[in-house]
């Protein structure tokens, strides 16, 4: 199903296709909060826009920490960011005029 | 700046425990959060956070000595852990949306065809409560939420009243107001005055009595009514004082007297006898400036000398203006209110002799205190306490019947969660039968509350005002509606989908017939039929409270005759007539009438005792009466004909009472009643005292009290002043008769008609009928409350008769031993109906207590009764075990014929 991507969504998908691979560091970059991240992703992955993997536990043992989910852009997912940003460079900059303090 | 995750600081292992509790607190969050997500996802869930968290943490730690970290780090940590219920939550709610949510409700809406009997009775119930609510809520919605319908700006506009040292409901004056006007105060962007009062309109033919609106120029710009045909008044029509007779009609008034005429625009039509031209008609939804009332001609404010006495526009103290203020997007109720104080005080310093003392209060429009929406404050708020408790009694019936339809699907739940169905899926397949009974529900219930908003003309006070009683639904009802029926069927289905879910295969699957049904449904059903009963309680106390309260109130001595009275109004202002020959017309209608047959006495008044809003008030002096620090002495006070003291047959205690003389030609004279001379002449020499009413008026006389409110009301000071001398066009004629006073009401007219055929005699009605008006809350709420009291009861006892008749077939071995043991068909019947008596009493017991507490808040309204009245609480107490009487004998008869052989046959 094609939806329109709301704003929150395009900037998350613009944070991984920058390399932020997994939830906080995603949240660092869009400015989000963690309540809108998170069921963000795996509304992604189901849409598959992005793809998770789970990091090789050998490694994260040896690193003594518990391995991460790691999130990726799918083909599908970097032609629809590509497309988005397209929609969002045809906003150009204007002169903001703001409602003045007519009666009507 | 963001961590690379692959270069980021290794986290420490380090096991000091003080300084891990930040992180701590986060896994436990986790932890705690995890049932809710769903059971497939939950282990990689669970991981991903863990992981997340430890990597944050180490982040924050990194180069802290010894993981210490600041208050700020370890509450972004967990703030961060805050998302773990939104992100669960999300996935819940992901995982019922999908396909399974569609095939629950197909297999709830076939379950439900497939028992016709119980969804009809649900969904009639579920339309019962739901439809009681909604018509309260498109009442509340139609005079308070949206108490100026048509006028677009409204939100922004509120209501100001003049305020004094003891009042903040007064009206404005002309100059006030256009002085406020005119310097603008902060944060408001326009304001416009209105006065609503009666005319006499004549196109041709005879004169028909109107409500008119004198508005100020701006007062359709600020209120934001468009026109419907021609065009509204603008500031151009409000410019010199009696040179804009023009006239704006409002839709309904076009529509009922000129049949929506477009060719009315242009013409010319008679206000008061003036000639007026009709430039428009208003929007058609909008009913004028004051809510719930209903205006038929809007004419400019300059026009006020040809529709109301005296030159109101020039006179600083006559106070009889609403005044509208639009505020300034943005603008607070507390900054306006602080700019018209600033403002108010300005006016008081320049006008002393008047406006000293005088502030202005600013209102939210369905808060103001002046305004029909006052009158219907109370009626909502007793409505809607009342239809609360009877949507609750409706959902208790609701919960009884899930439960035991939930018992009787035992064994296909049972195989279902033999099959590997989870608990939580086929609570949500319950709840889903739950939202499809809402669904129908709401829709029974929008059905019945469209049906009942009309009845909205029975909670109209009677009143002589255009008081407009239509009610228009909104597109909110349906939606309300909806809400309230989900919500009820959800919370209140949950319990009993929770118990039918609950996993007991073994015995479910063998489908033995228990000697007792499962032990935590029968408490929960007696908790829930009990309750019904407590509530039913409640509101048959409250019935027999205000019962008594109208017996009282009909028996109640207020003073004088209630049988033998006729009243009839006039308002000779309309037609034309001043002060002399107002008075010399009023005289001689007194005559003619005391002249027919049946007629013992005539007297005109202008206010009448028993009156819903009180009378006229003033505050005044009394020579020789020192006040107490901070008393002010209101008298509230009535302008009386000669005759009035005969014709009412109130007693005179001392002196005497006017004559025809007492016209203010020479001593200014006063009757004043007992209580107003034992308060301020105790030494009961009232008689010859003096009061200061802008001059010293003696007191010619003391009569007996009056009833000048409610029937019961604590009796107040007041006096009698000759009409004569403080005259006033609009009056009412009080004809006391020998016998049945509807005789007279055409001879009264022609009377009327034979002295003037210009002036109309309105509102006639007797005495009794008058009466009834202040009794008109009481009366609403005892018929309210008797309704709705009884329909409880039976849903009550339908509730119990339903409990008692599952108990018993489920009892019936059990029976069936006892019998066979020897038992009496005595002892069954008493054991049943035992059972059913004991239920409803703890219930009485329970609605009493609620009934004694709850109560005396409604203590103002009641008369002659208190609220702990023993008679009311134990006729209802009467009522409801007699009805659970009922309601067990049936059960119990059934009961008491079980064949011990057949019943033992099953085991």
């Not at chain 2, 529709?307 to 943005?330: F, I």
């Not at chain 2, 989870?422 to 039968?433: C, D, G, K, M, N």
């Not at chain 2, 007696?526 to 309260?549: D, H, I, K, M, Y």
């Not at chain 2, 200014?668 to 209580?675: G, K, Q, R, S, Y």
Request: overall charge positive; some cysteine; hydrophobic content about 45%.
């Amino acid at each position: 199903m094609k939806r329109g991507l709301s704003f929150g969504t395009v900037a998350i998908l613009h944070a991984i296709a920058d390399g932020k691979r997994f939830g906080f560091d995603i949240m660092a970059a869009t400015g989000l909060t963690s309540g809108t991240v998170y069921p963000a992703l795996d509304r992604l992955e189901d849409q598959r826009f992005v793809k998770s993997a789970w990091e090789d536990a050998r490694v994260a043992h040896r690193e003594g920490r518990p391995p991460r989910r790691y999130f990726q852009l799918t083909p599908a997912g970097g032609e629809v960011l590509a497309e988005a940003l397209q929609k969002y460079k045809t906003l150009r900059p204007v002169t903001i005029g703001v409602a003045g303090k007519g009666r009507r | 700046m963001t961590p690379d995750p692959d270069l980021g600081p290794a986290p420490r292992r380090a096991d000091d425990a003080p300084a891990r509790l930040p992180l701590r607190l986060a896994r436990a969050a986790v932890h705690l959060v995890a049932p809710i997500v769903p059971a497939d996802r939950r282990a990689g869930w669970r991981r991903q956070w863990e992981a997340d968290l430890h990597y944050q943490w180490a982040f924050l730690t990194g180069d802290a000595a010894g993981h210490r970290v600041s208050p700020a780090r370890a509450l972004d940590l967990l703030s961060r852990a805050g998302g773990v219920v939104p992100h669960a939550l999300a996935l819940r709610y992901r995982s019922w949306t999908m396909p399974t949510l569609m095939s629950d409700l197909r297999y709830g809406a076939r379950t439900l065809v497939s028992r016709p009997g119980f969804a009809a009775v649900a969904v009639l119930l579920l339309g019962l409560g739901i439809g009681a609510n909604a018509t309260v809520f498109a009442w509340v919605q139609n005079f308070l939420l949206r108490p100026l319908p048509g006028a677009t700006h409204v939100s922004d506009v509120v209501v100001l009243h003049g305020t004094t040292k003891t009042r903040r409901d007064i009206s404005m004056s002309y100059p006030n107001f256009a002085d406020l006007a005119a310097r603008r105060p902060d944060g408001v962007l326009d304001l416009a005055a209105e006065r609503f009062t009666a005319v006499n309109v004549r196109t041709s033919g005879d004169p028909e009595r109107a409500w008119a609106e004198i508005v100020t120029g701006e007062f359709f710009e600020l209120m934001g009514v468009q026109p419907a045909e021609g065009r509204v008044l603008s500031p151009d029509d409000d410019r010199t004082p009696g040179g804009h007779p023009v006239t704006v009609l409002s839709y309904r008034y076009w529509q009922r007297r000129f049949q929506a005429d477009p060719a009315v625009i242009g013409s010319t039509l008679s206000i008061n006898g003036h000639p007026y031209t009709v430039v428009g008609v208003s929007a058609p939804d909008f009913r004028g400036g004051m809510p719930a009332m209903s205006t038929d001609v809007f004419v400019p404010m300059m026009m006020q000398a040809s529709l109301t006495p005296g030159n109101r526009l020039v006179e600083r103290g006559n106070a009889w203006l609403t005044v509208y203020a639009r505020l300034a997007p943005g603008t607070g109720i507390p900054t306006a209110q602080a700019g018209l104080s600033a403002v108010a005080a300005q006016l008081a310093a320049e006008f002393p002799d008047v406006n000293t003392d005088r502030g202005i209060a600013v209102y939210p429009l369905s808060g103001d205190p002046q305004s029909a929406t006052g009158i219907f404050g109370p009626v909502f708020m007793v409505l809607g306490a009342v239809v609360g408790i009877v949507l609750l009694i409706v959902c208790a019936n609701l919960a009884s019947l899930l439960i035991v339809r939930g018992a009787s699907r035992q064994r296909e739940i049972a195989v279902r969660l033999a099959l590997g169905a989870s608990r939580a899926r086929i609570i949500r397949q319950l709840l889903a039968e739950n939202v499809l009974l809402a669904i129908a529900g709401a829709a029974a219930g929008v059905v019945f509350a469209v049906w009942a908003s009309r009845l909205f003309r029975g909670f109209v006070p009677p009143s002589p005002l255009p008081i407009d009683a239509t009610v228009q639904l909104s597109s909110w009802l349906p939606l309300f509606s909806l809400g309230l029926a989900l919500a009820a069927t959800i919370v209140f289905g949950l319990l009993p989908a929770l118990q039918a879910s609950r996993p007991g295969l073994v015995p479910a699957l063998r489908e033995s017939r228990g000697t007792t049904g499962g032990r935590r449904r029968t408490r929960l059903r007696n908790l829930l039929v009990a309750s019904q009963v407590a509530l039913s309680a409640l509101l048959l106390v409250g019935a027999a409270l205000f019962a008594r309260t109208l017996a009282n109130a009909e028996r109640f001595d207020v003073g004088f005759d209630l049988d033998r009275g006729l009243l009839a109004s006039v308002d000779l202002l309309p037609a034309g007539y001043d002060q002399p020959r107002g008075l010399d017309l009023l005289a001689r209608l007194i005559a003619e009438v005391e002249r027919i047959p049946g007629v013992e006495s005539a007297a005109i008044a202008r206010d009448l005792p028993l009156k819903l809003g009180g009378g006229s008030d003033t505050s005044g002096r009394i020579e020789g009466y020192e006040p107490a620090r901070g008393e002010e002495i209101t008298l509230f006070y009535d302008r009386v004909s000669p005759g009035f003291f005969r014709t009412l047959g109130v007693p005179l205690r001392d002196g005497r009472v006017f004559t025809a003389r007492d016209d203010g030609t020479g001593e200014h004279a006063v009757v004043i009643n007992e209580t107003m001379a034992k308060r301020y002449w105790p030494d009961g020499k009232a008689v010859g005292g003096r009061v200061w009413l802008g001059e010293w008026a003696t007191v010619i006389g003391v009569v007996g009290d009056l009833t000048y409110t409610t029937p019961g009301a604590a009796p107040v000071a007041f006096m009698y002043l000759p009409l004569a001398e403080y005259y006033r066009p609009d009056v009412t004629l009080i004809v006391r008769t020998k016998g049945d006073p509807d005789g007279i009401v055409r001879p009264v007219r022609q009377a009327l008609a034979g002295l003037d055929p210009d002036v109309p005699l309105f509102d006639v009605r007797t005495m009794a009928q008058h009466r009834d008006m202040v009794l008109f809350i009481p009366r609403i709420v005892a018929t309210l409350l008797g309704a709705l009291g009884a329909a409880a009861m039976v849903l009550a006892a339908v509730g119990l008769y339903g409990l008692l008749a599952f108990s018993v077939s489920q009892r019936t071995p059990e029976i069936g031993i006892r019998l066979a043991l020897g038992a009496q068909r005595g002892q069954v019947y008493r054991l049943v109906v035992g059972q059913g008596l004991w239920l409803a009493a703890s219930g009485v017991a329970i609605g009493l207590g609620l009934a004694a507490l709850l109560l005396p808040l409604a203590s103002s309204q009641l008369i002659g009764v208190g609220p702990r009245d023993v008679v009311a609480y134990a006729a209802a107490a009467f009522v409801l075990l007699g009805g659970a009487f009922l309601a067990s004998y049936l059960p119990a008869r059934r009961a008491a014929r079980v064949d011990p052989i057949r019943a033992l046959r099953y085991e």
